[in-house]
T-cell receptor, first 108, second 117 residues
Framework: DAKTTQPPSMDCAEGRAANLPCNHS???????VYWYRQIHSQGPQYIIH???NNETNEMASLIITEDRKSSTLILPHATLRDTAVYYC?????????FGSGTRLQVQP | DAGVIQSPRHEVTEMGQEVTLRCKPI?????LFWYRQTMMRGLELLIY????????DSGMPEDRFSAKMPNASFSTLKIQPSEPRDSAVYFC???????????????FGAGSRLTVL
């Protein structure tokens, strides 16, 4: 399973784009990158996933570098409700394994 | 759809007592997962089922923990006897698809907060 590395915390101003980085240099060719978030005391929530192409949905955009060693989750217009822990996960043989994630604090 | 339903939402019990946590996955989902979350250890996968069959239980801490999925719409996680170190939030999640990317799109329940005194 690919090991992922994320900064422990980040701040973002409300209304601005939040760019959350993730390093996954050991990811193999068929492993996807998944992003989840966990708002305080709630269960984790799926955001988006991708393999090699950039992806966008109603929640966020996912930019994966051409060498697939890193990716960035973009919340285009962060709101206070986006304050949460964001997890970047590389898939593997086992079910999803969550690391410590990035705690994003959106400031008013 | 009501989502993944877990019960009880909160449980306070004394050391040595049996605890049973329950989960109803989303209808049509064929994979079910149990996770445990603590401040010290984060979110840990305990066990997951596919088509009601346990696939990977390597995360189950010890023999005091057991999980069953008697049918596609119900699963239990049992701790007997419970200990203070079992205090945590236990999440159940479900997904559809086997081997495809959908299998990793998990929908989580609201969690069961367990406190063992």
């Amino acid at each position: 399973d690919a090991k992922t590395t994320q900064p422990p915390s980040m701040d973002c101003a409300e209304g601005r784009a939040a760019n959350l980085p993730c390093n996954h240099s050991t990811i193999s060719g068929n492993e996807y990158v998944y992003w989840y978030r966990q708002i305080h005391s709630q269960g984790p929530q799926y955001i988006i996933h991708g393999l090699k192409n950039n992806e966008t949905n109603e929640m966020a955009s996912l930019i994966i570098t051409e060498d697939r060693k890193s990716s960035t989750l973009i919340l285009p217009h962060a709101t206070l409700r986006d304050t949460a822990v964001y997890y970047c996960i590389g898939t593997g043989r086992r079910a999803l394994t969550f690391g410590s994630g990035t705690r994003l604090q959106v400031q008013p | 759809d009501a989502g993944v339903i877990q019960s009880p939402r909160h449980e306070v019990t004394e050391m040595g007592q049996e605890v049973t946590l329950r989960c109803k996955p989303i209808s049509g989902h064929n994979s079910l997962f149990w996770y445990r979350q603590t401040m010290m250890r984060g979110l840990e996968l305990l066990i997951y089922f596919n088509n009601n069959v346990p696939i990977d239980d390597s995360g189950m801490p010890e023999d005091r923990f057991s999980a069953k999925m008697p049918n596609a719409s119900f699963s239990t996680l049992k701790i007997q006897p419970s200990e203070p170190r079992d205090s945590a939030v236990y999440f159940c999640a479900s997904s559809s698809g086997t081997g495809g990317t959908g299998a990793n799109v998990l929908t989580f329940g609201a969690g069961s907060r367990l406190t063992v005194l």
